[in-house]
């Protein structure tokens, strides 16, 4: 039997059936919590992100519009969720810049490093540029949903995306060599990698 | 292919929506150019970042939420519906009998005439009277804010009554979200730091009104917890903020509490570290 498609559920919500909202919970809370982990860095702000998400969602459940396609219409509440929390948070955020000791390591010890300074390098790019990468590829978004999510043209959407690949791969390659991560128009002094406590930092 | 070219297919390629053929330049190209080669490679080590799995408390977190909004709407939809039965009906059965009175019909009259003069104005003066400014959309999102807030806080505030211990904590969590914490929040917290019967949901109080240290009376309202506290778990973490928000204040009451008889000897030691760091 197909799984109740989000919008119809949705609707259901939206009419008055909050409790369906589970449903809905169970099938996103993972995605989004991903999505929000690779965007801070941080178990904690990642779960009350996404429970704030939801309760969004619950709250202005009467603006969904029926053929709006679910998925994107919650990544916009997650993307404002998150702008708010970053307008709270940035002026706490002080720049981490210890270089990773290279060593010779085993292959699954090799892949871990280079995920963990994947993941620094993510924190190294604008805001915009990281959210990008994070939707394409992490939460798997086709082109067209994020040009709806971020009003804009598919093409322009390619070639931020395109962008952001390459300024990821300069940085990741200055982090592996182990020299700070800013580039030579300074164009990264902007973004710094968030503080997170260490015992809610992800691994 | 040169490169220019490639990077107009690049973005389909490594999401997998390209022609056999296309993909098949793509990597004829990337054999002979190190660069767009490397941009794949780079999107590919994405996969060895791990799929993360949320806490099993998410669920519950989201539950607690859940029900503490239904709890809400129904008090609100209570409210309203006694509302209306009993005030407004008569608001506007008085209304009514008032429009049949004699003042009434003058007020009326007038009224019409009004009416009159100014849909003739309006007309004389043809478009430029229709542009009214609507509110400004930075005043609504500051409404959306203000409603998102109180909306959390009614959350919370329902959510440190409950029954059980794990719905309190979330209360405790969602209490915290605010740069500015609401009056009924605050002391709301700080009941829950000195009464709550569990010491994990009073340990997350002091947690969530740590952020707020800048405020006197969350201050004060800490110091006081500490002579109520019988847990050294607790009475350790109260002192710990403490000395952490080096209020000279603090040092005074410090003392006090070391004379406590019985007190535990870790607890009496950690009070009098934080006295020498406040004074």
């Not at chain 1, 449903?23 to 009350?48: C, G, H, W």
């Not at chain 2, 009277?129 to 609504?140: F, G, H, I, L």
Request: net charge neutral.
């Amino acid at each position: 039997m197909n799984p109740v498609p989000d919008e119809d559920v949705m609707l259901q919500v939206r009419n008055g059936e909050v409790d369906m909202l589970g449903l809905l919970f169970d099938r996103y809370q993972t995605p989004l919590y991903n999505f929000y982990a690779k965007m801070t860095q941080d178990r904690v702000i990642s779960e009350d992100l996404v429970q704030e998400v939801f309760l969004r969602i619950l709250r202005y459940r009467q603006t969904y519009r029926p053929g709006t396609t679910f998925r994107t219409w919650m990544y916009q509440i997650a993307r404002n969720t998150r702008i708010d929390q970053v307008r709270k948070t940035r002026p706490e955020t002080p720049l981490v810049t210890e270089p990773i000791a290279p060593t010779s390591l085993s292959d699954s010890a090799q892949h871990k490093q280079e995920a963990a300074t994947l993941q620094r390098a993510l924190m190294y790019l604008p805001e915009d540029k990281r959210e990008l990468l994070v939707l394409s590829r992490f939460q798997e978004l086709k082109y067209d949903e994020i040009a709806r999510l971020l009003g804009c043209e598919v093409g322009a959407v390619k070639v931020r995306i395109h962008r952001a690949l390459q300024q990821l791969r300069q940085v990741f390659l200055q982090l592996e060599s182990g020299a700070p991560a800013t580039d030579a128009n300074g164009a990264l002094e902007d973004s710094r990698p968030s503080a997170v406590p260490p015992g809610r930092r992800l691994q | 292919m040169n490169c220019e070219q490639i990077a107009e297919l690049l973005p389909d390629y490594l999401q997998g929506s390209v022609t056999i053929d296309q993909a098949g330049q793509v990597e004829q190209h990337c054999q002979l150019c190190n660069n767009c080669a490397q941009d794949v490679a780079m999107w590919n080590k994405f996969a060895l970042v791990p799929r993360l799995q949320p806490s099993p408390e998410s669920r519950a977190r989201f539950e607690a939420m859940l029900h503490a909004y239904r709890t809400i709407s129904d008090e609100r939809a209570g409210s309203v519906e006694t509302a209306r039965k009993s005030g407004k009906l008569k608001v506007a059965w008085s209304f009514f009998d008032w429009f049949r009175s004699p003042l009434g019909a003058a007020a009326w009259s007038v009224a019409l005439l009004v009416i009159g003069v100014l849909i003739g104005a309006r007309v004389g003066i043809g478009t430029k009277v229709a542009n009214v400014a609507s509110p400004s959309q930075s005043e609504e999102l500051t409404a959306v804010h203000s409603e998102l807030t109180n909306m959390r806080q009614l959350v919370a505030l329902s959510m440190l009554q409950q029954q059980s211990a794990s719905e309190r904590l979330q209360g405790v969590s969602w209490s915290g979200r605010e740069a500015h914490l609401d009056p009924q929040v605050q002391s709301a917290l700080l009941h829950t730091l000195r009464y709550d019967t569990s010491v994990d949901v009073r340990l997350a109080a002091l947690d969530a009104l740590s952020r707020h240290g800048s405020q006197p009376q969350v201050r004060q309202g800490v110091v006081d917890a500490l002579q109520e506290q019988q847990s050294p778990l607790v009475q350790v973490a109260l002192i710990d903020q403490l000395a952490e928000w080096r209020d000279p204040g603090a040092a005074q009451r410090l003392r006090n509490f070391q004379q406590t008889p019985n007190l535990n000897p870790a607890v009496r030691q950690r009070a009098e570290w934080a006295i020498s760091k406040l004074q």
